[in-house]
């Protein structure tokens, strides 16, 4: 039976933190890394300790190496802000605060699994949008869900004040990201959300008017 436990790939930076991860595959308790580009140097690390793991054992057990894409911080944020600065930005770009943007567009996803892809040594086995409800987040805070910010006939609000333009629109661009993930990423490829019910949301407003619904992912935009 493959393990059944994961590691946490969050920030990582260390010696001992490589010494952790290494540990934890010799003993056979890890079956999963989680990691992101917006993790530091968390992709190169797992990748030389993973890549230096197999070597050793001589053959591959079952492993799976998830990485993420959507969040821009670190050298992703300089790299974006030198390409605005050259004219030729990153489509669809939220800025989110000073230190962090988000974006899934498809020219940005093919990038950022390839750049995932250096960084690791190898293609991920998974990718998944990292906390694609920052859109819904920002039009909110934006008051693009209001009736003054579209035109009346637009908007469909339900009884919780939930427009439905705004999350059709969010759906659509999950599924325009999927499609990037599918033509550029040969593995398996997600989300990794806040959904409706869990108690946090990415601004720190009500989660259920900002978070993802399963079973839409599922169904409409990742069929």
């Keep these: 039976m493959p393990p059944r436990l994961g590691f946490g790939a969050h920030r990582i930076s260390t010696a001992a933190h490589a010494s952790a991860l290494r540990r934890s595959l010799d003993l056979g308790v890890c079956g999963l890394i989680d990691t992101s580009p917006n993790y530091g ?91 694609p409800e920052f859109f819904i987040a920002d039009q909110l805070a934006r008051g693009r869900h209001t009736a003054a910010a579209t035109s009346a006939a637009a908007v469909a609000a339900d009884d919780s004040g939930r427009c439905e333009d705004l999350y059709d629109g969010f759906y659509a661009r999950l599924g325009d990201a999927f499609a990037a993930l599918a033509a550029c990423h040969g593995g398996r490829f997600g989300v990794s959300s806040n959904l409706v019910g869990c108690r946090y949301g990415v601004s720190g407003r009500a989660n259920d008017a900002e978070a993802v619904e399963l079973a839409k992912v599922c169904g409409d935009a990742f069929p």
């Design 41 to 131: 140097e968390s992709e190169r690390i797992v990748g030389r300790v993973v890549r230096e793991w197999r070597e050793h054992r001589g053959k591959e057990r079952e492993l799976t190496v998830v990485t993420k894409v959507g969040v821009l911080q670190g050298a992703d944020l300089a790299d974006a802000r030198e390409r605005e600065l050259r004219g030729r930005p990153w489509p669809g770009v939220l800025k989110l605060s000073p230190d962090a943007w988000h974006c899934i567009s498809p020219e940005y996803i093919e990038h950022s699994v390839w750049r995932s892809s250096a960084a690791l040594g190898s293609p991920p086995d998974v990718v998944l949008l990292h906390n």
